[in-house]
């Protein structure tokens, strides 16, 4: 593999202030606004009949707080396939992630942001479609294909107007297995190919020029929508020339996966900031889903939906938008309304979650809400959901046969059931949860979902 000579990245956010931030942080220089002079007094004073000195002008006053985009937005959504939720920026010791890490302290950052559901094919199409897994027509199988009838965001964007274009590095996301629709292109790189089990390619050095490449042929005269997804910290875990050595055990490994990822997008983000585009784009980085390294003795990810199969990076470096860090829990089911706001659109009734708009400009604070995870059964995974509310997380099984209840604050490793230490909260987040989870409408998978030999334990991760 190709050595790469290190570079250095600098972002100039269009930031300006909002009010209501949770965890403020210092602007970027570049976003701040100059000082106002003091003004002067409006009141004549005596002045020699001679004078020819110009009158001393009144100050401007200071411009507004941005309680939402000064114009409708170009989006694009950059998913990390497998990033974990504890990051540099998160406290994560190496420094395995400096361009996002540095995109992130200029940006709005949810410390407690949350995949759908633990694995690729039901949480990007949840996020696509603005529902839960469990809503969509599906097929039954691990990788889930999803028929036309579906309606994902996308189309409304494309509906509308925009140019929208999507970038792979899995052949799972190829054009037919229904994620594709609203998308003007979709192209998966080249040279790869389809393994059930495990992911044996490197893509991000293919997958920047080929989202440039988008970038430089799409329309100049329309508004664009990009979704790209890295793949590089999925297993297997490959380590770099270009990262530091940390070494060969599979954190060590995932984490110069990271790296060399990171290093990728940077070179994304140096061409995008000298575009014309650039100051009127959002940017949202997150992850379709966590990973494990031997936490409740899982690896990789799917089978559950512990917080660290879950929880994931969530920020938003929008113009105008405060960089600040909000801490009230938040998930993908909100990001198809935020991005129909950003660009301006009215809301679609179909998406059910909230646009995070008004939140990332101050113009309101956090509200405390659930946030649902769904892991659909399916030909490798048994039915899994479970609910963040506060500090709280309820974990759910099956057909609701069985119930644990953690304090994520106290004990962010899920480790201490407490439904009979705090049965009163116990008890409320059972009657929380079927109010919430019964709100959302269930559709069995066509073909059928039966588990292959009725076992999970071996069953192929996407």
Same mark, same amino acid.
């Given at each position: 593999m190709r050595s790469h000579s290190a570079w250095v990245i600098g972002l100039a956010a269009v930031l300006g202030g909002c009010a209501g931030a949770e965890s403020e942080r210092p602007a970027d220089p570049a976003g701040e606004v100059a000082a106002s002079p003091t003004p002067v007094s409006t009141s004549e004073a005596p002045r020699p009949a001679a004078s020819t000195a110009a009158p001393t002008a009144t100050a401007e006053p200071a411009p507004k707080p941005l309680t939402r985009p000064a114009e409708p937005l170009n989006v694009i959504i950059i998913l990390v396939d497998s990033m974990r939720a504890d990051m540099p920026w998160a406290g994560y010791p190496r420094k395995i992630a400096p361009v996002l890490t540095e995109l992130e302290s200029q940006s709005v950052s949810y410390t407690r942001g949350y995949s759908l559901s633990s694995y690729t094919a039901k949480s990007v199409a949840g996020m696509l479609a603005g529902q839960y897994p469990s809503s969509l027509k599906r097929s039954g199988y691990f990788f889930t294909k999803y028929p036309e009838s579906n309606l994902f965001f996308p189309e409304v964007l494309q509906k509308a107007g925009a140019h929208t274009m999507s970038a792979h590095g899995h052949m799972y996301m190829k054009r037919g297995n229904g994620m594709d629709q609203g998308f003007d292109r979709w192209d998966v790189v080249d040279g790869i190919s389809f393994?059930?089990?495990? *992911?044996? +390619?490197?893509?991000?050095?293919?997958?920047?020029?080929l989202a440039i490449d988008m970038l430089d042929k799409m329309p100049k005269d329309k508004q664009f929508f990009m979704y790209l997804h890295y793949m590089d910290p999925h297993d297997q875990y490959v380590t770099h020339e270009e990262s530091p050595k940390w070494g060969t055990k599979p954190r060590d490994r #995932?984490?110069?996966? =990271?790296? #060399?990822? /990171?290093?990728?997008?940077? @070179?994304?983000?140096?061409?995008?900031? @000298?575009?014309?585009?650039? &100051?009127?784009?959002?940017?949202?980085v997150s992850a379709d889903h966590g990973e494990a390294f031997g936490e409740h003795k899982a690896r990789r990810h799917a089978f559950?939906?512990?917080?660290?199969?879950?929880?994931?990076?969530?920020?938003?470096?929008?113009? %105008?938008?405060?960089?600040?860090?909000?801490?009230?829990?938040r998930g993908h089911i909100d990001m198809a309304p935020t991005v129909i706001d950003l660009m301006g659109l009215p809301p679609t009734k179909e998406f059910v979650g909230k646009s995070l708009v008004p939140e990332l400009y101050g113009a309101v604070e956090p509200e405390t809400?659930?946030?649902? $995870? !769904?892991?659909?059964? *399916?030909?490798?995974?048994?039915?899994?959901?479970?609910?963040? +509310? %506060? !500090?709280?997380? $309820? =974990?759910? #099984?099956?057909? /609701?046969?069985?119930? /644990?209840?953690?304090?994520?604050?106290?004990?962010? &490793?899920? $480790?201490?059931?407490?439904?009979?230490?705090?049965?009163?909260?116990?008890?409320? =987040?059972?009657?929380? #949860?079927?109010?919430?989870? /019964?709100?959302?409408?269930?559709?069995?998978?066509?073909?059928?979902?039966?588990?292959?030999? &009725?076992?999970?334990?071996? &069953?192929?991760? *996407?």
């Amino acid at each position: 593999m190709r050595s790469h000579s290190a570079w250095v990245i600098g972002l100039a956010a269009v930031l300006g202030g909002c009010a209501g931030a949770e965890s403020e942080r210092p602007a970027d220089p570049a976003g701040e606004v100059a000082a106002s002079p003091t003004p002067v007094s409006t009141s004549e004073a005596p002045r020699p009949a001679a004078s020819t000195a110009a009158p001393t002008a009144t100050a401007e006053p200071a411009p507004k707080p941005l309680t939402r985009p000064a114009e409708p937005l170009n989006v694009i959504i950059i998913l990390v396939d497998s990033m974990r939720a504890d990051m540099p920026w998160a406290g994560y010791p190496r420094k395995i992630a400096p361009v996002l890490t540095e995109l992130e302290s200029q940006s709005v950052s949810y410390t407690r942001g949350y995949s759908l559901s633990s694995y690729t094919a039901k949480s990007v199409a949840g996020m696509l479609a603005g529902q839960y897994p469990s809503s969509l027509k599906r097929s039954g199988y691990f990788f889930t294909k999803y028929p036309e009838s579906n309606l994902f965001f996308p189309e409304v964007l494309q509906k509308a107007g925009a140019h929208t274009m999507s970038a792979h590095g899995h052949m799972y996301m190829k054009r037919g297995n229904g994620m594709d629709q609203g998308f003007d292109r979709w192209d998966v790189v080249d040279g790869i190919s389809f393994d059930n089990s495990t *992911d044996k +390619h490197v893509t991000s050095q293919k997958l920047t020029p080929l989202a440039i490449d988008m970038l430089d042929k799409m329309p100049k005269d329309k508004q664009f929508f990009m979704y790209l997804h890295y793949m590089d910290p999925h297993d297997q875990y490959v380590t770099h020339e270009e990262s530091p050595k940390w070494g060969t055990k599979p954190r060590d490994r #995932y984490d110069s996966e =990271m790296f #060399y990822t /990171d290093l990728w997008i940077g @070179k994304l983000l140096d061409y995008a900031k @000298k575009q014309p585009w650039w &100051g009127k784009t959002a940017v949202i980085v997150s992850a379709d889903h966590g990973e494990a390294f031997g936490e409740h003795k899982a690896r990789r990810h799917a089978f559950a939906v512990w917080d660290v199969l879950t929880q994931v990076p969530l920020f938003f470096h929008v113009p %105008g938008a405060k960089p600040r860090r909000i801490e009230t829990p938040r998930g993908h089911i909100d990001m198809a309304p935020t991005v129909i706001d950003l660009m301006g659109l009215p809301p679609t009734k179909e998406f059910v979650g909230k646009s995070l708009v008004p939140e990332l400009y101050g113009a309101v604070e956090p509200e405390t809400r659930p946030v649902l $995870l !769904d892991l659909p059964v *399916d030909s490798n995974n048994p039915e899994r959901r479970a609910m963040i +509310h %506060g !500090d709280y997380k $309820l =974990m759910v #099984y099956g057909r /609701d046969y069985r119930f /644990d209840l953690f304090n994520l604050k106290e004990d962010p &490793g899920e $480790l201490k059931d407490l439904d009979k230490v705090e049965k009163e909260k116990f008890e409320e =987040m059972k009657a929380l #949860y079927k109010k919430t989870w /019964d709100a959302v409408p269930k559709v069995a998978p066509y073909g059928g979902n039966k588990l292959i030999n &009725g076992r999970i334990a071996n &069953g192929p991760k *996407d």
